[in-house]
Structure formats: structure tokens, C-alpha cells
Nanobody, 121 residues
Framework: QVQLVESGGGLVQAGGSLRLSCAASGSIFSINAMGWYRQAPGKQRVLVATFTSGSNTNYADSVKGRFTISRDNAKNTVYLQMNSLKPEDTAVYYC???????????????WGQGTQVTVSS
């Protein structure tokens, strides 16, 4: 089984910073992509930032210049540094990994449990 465990959410004032972490564990053969999505109340889940193939990154336009995704491959961990936070960044942030497990040798998507980020004005 694969688990994605997130941490680092919380309450912050506008203009502040938070750092999210997501560690993947289990019988992982390889990770093809890993990153962050968010879902605000009443809205669909949308991409925030992700590593795609190789070291390529993809950011939502709304977070470019403010958020930075990074990773530690040895730990199967990705981070999201969020600076200059705005009230509209308030959402549940979910970690996603597209990976191959040793058990199935097939690519599947996995999601973390989500971590709440609240930005007060």
C-alpha cells in the first residue's frame, strides 16, 4: 500500500507564509509525477503546482511568483513553499502522486488526506 502524508497547513494572515510537506511511503517502484492541488469550498479541485516528467514543474497562474515547489527524491517528499499568501488561497490542499507500485507495476494516482490552509485578511 502507498500512503501520502501531508503536513504544514494552518491559519496565517494575508502576506504571510506557510510550507507544506508531503511524504510518500510504501512499496513504491517509481514516481512519475508529484505535486499539489487545492479545493476551496464549493469549488472543484485544481492544480497548484506539480513536478511532471524529469524536473519539469507546472504552476497555476494564480500562484506563479509566490509559491515554489521542491522535492527530496531520496525521501519521496515534495514541499510547497507559499509566500505572500492571499485570502483567496484559502482551501484544502491535497498532495497527489502518480506512481508505480512494486505490487502491480502499474501507474496509479494517489491522494493525501488534505491539509487546511486558511488565510485571514
Amino acid at each position: 500500500q502507498v500512503q501520502l502524508v501531508e503536513s504544514g497547513g494552518g491559519l496565517v494572515q494575508a502576506g504571510g507564509s506557510l510550507r507544506l510537506s508531503c511524504a510518500a511511503s510504501g512499496s513504491i517502484f517509481s514516481i512519475n509525477a508529484m505535486g499539489w492541488y487545492r479545493q476551496a469550498p464549493g469549488k472543484q479541485r485544481v492544480l497548484v503546482a506539480t513536478f511532471t516528467s524529469g524536473s519539469n514543474t507546472n504552476y497555476a497562474d494564480s500562484v506563479k511568483g509566490r509559491f515554489t515547489i521542491s522535492r527530496d527524491n531520496a525521501k519521496n517528499t515534495v514541499y510547497l513553499q507559499m509566500n505572500s499568501l492571499k485570502p483567496e488561497d484559502t482551501a484544502v490542499y491535497y498532495c497527489n502522486a502518480r506512481l508505480i507500485t512494486r505490487a502491480t507495476m502499474r501507474t496509479s494516482d494517489y491522494w493525501g488526506q488534505g491539509t487546511q490552509v486558511t488565510v485571514s485578511s
